[in-house]
């Protein structure tokens, strides 16, 4: 074999060296910063749940303050989360799946006397409960980056929670 020939395998397996080192540190790179970037989007969703579950209490607290048929609108993100009210139970839910281990399974967090968190089947679940308000109609959205909801007081303790605005006593 010549002298060229030698030089010329030598830079194929140099270069070829090179490159596949490169794909290595990308390939370490990459699993250490998904898994990474992953939990820290979990962590701000968790986070927007709890200023929303916040909101919705608010609203729910000041319409229930006014006369009947009585209108607040407030506007959230629901982006990757899911909002359910359920009249049945007089919850207010707002879930999404969790990345990471931020929050232990099964293990009930009480923010206060209405609001708390739990972890369940990798979801986490910021729950608004009350015992003295009730719901008028289910509601159910999901995924959706900007949504306006409407609470309408309809009595005494009960509140209708809509993405649609209500109409008033004179349409």
Known sequence: MSIKKQKGVAEMIS???I???VIAVVGIILAILTPAISTQQSIQRFETAQKNIQEIDSAIIN???MPIDSVIEISIS????KLEVLTDENKVIISHIIKGDYFEEDIVQQIDSSKYNYKENNVVF???EYDNISFYRT???E???QVRLYFKKKD???VEISEYEPATESE
């Open 143 to 145: 995924n959706i980056n």
């Open 19 to 21: 490159i596949l080192i």
């Open 63 to 65: 319409v229930l303050g």
């Open 15 to 17: 270069e070829t060296l």
């Open 139 to 141: 509601l159910e959205l």
């Open 78 to 81: 629901l982006n990757k989360q």
């Open 126 to 128: 910021s729950v608004l």
């Open 156 to 158: 005494k303790d009960v």
